[in-house]
Every structure is written in C-alpha cells, then in structure tokens.
C-alpha cells in the first residue's frame, strides 16, 4: 500500500530527527538493463513524488536510479544489487557528497 509507505518512510525520518540524527533519503542506482525500464515521467510520479510527500521534514534526497556512473552491469551481480566493485565507488561517492552537503 503506497499510502502505508508514505506514512512509514515520514516516520522513519521524524524518527531519525527526534533522536538528533540527521536522516537522508537515497534511491539507490540500478543498472542500465533495469534502468531503461523506468520511464523519467514514472521515476518522478511513482517514486520521487511520494518521497517528496513523505519528507515534509525537508530532508536531503539523493536520486541515483540512473546515474550513469553506477548503471554499467559489470558494476552488479544482477540488475539490482552491487558487487564488491561497485559496492565501493558508490560508497565513496555517496561519502564524499554527503561530505560536500556538510551532512557528514
């Protein structure tokens, strides 16, 4: 139930600030093969608009659905879930940008 989400993801992010945490929301990258799939008016009406929903708390959002720096296959051990290669670029991007955003 995307509602059930909406409301869960919002009290997962209260939760997060009521312990002096400071949250981030972050659509994970997939590769090109499973990327193509997702048409850029979908990405934005059935997953980016209900983060936005849920996020009231404004805080920051990190879309890597298609950057292009993590959609080559040779990155995955399947269409959806990193191998130890590109399990390390994405950390270190994601590091070094939440760093550049003072979030870390």
């Known amino acids: 139930d995307i509602q059930f989400n ?5 009290k997962m992010i209260q939760f997060c600030l009521d312990k002096n945490l400071q949250p981030v929301v972050c659509v994970l990258p ?5 990327g193509e799939k997702f048409s850029d008016s979908f990405v934005e009406e059935q997953i980016l608009a209900y983060i936005n929903q849920a996020n009231t708390q404004n805080c920051p959002v ?4 298609k950057d292009k720096r993590f959609t080559d296959s040779s990155l995955y051990i399947n269409s959806f879930f990193f191998n130890l290669c590109g399990r390390k670029q994405f950390t270190k991007v994601m590091i070094d940008e939440l760093k550049d955003k003072n979030i870390l």
């Open 6 to 10: 909406i409301k869960l993801l919002h």
């Open 30 to 34: 997939v590769s090109s093969y499973l």
């Open 62 to 65: 990190f879309n890597y659905l």
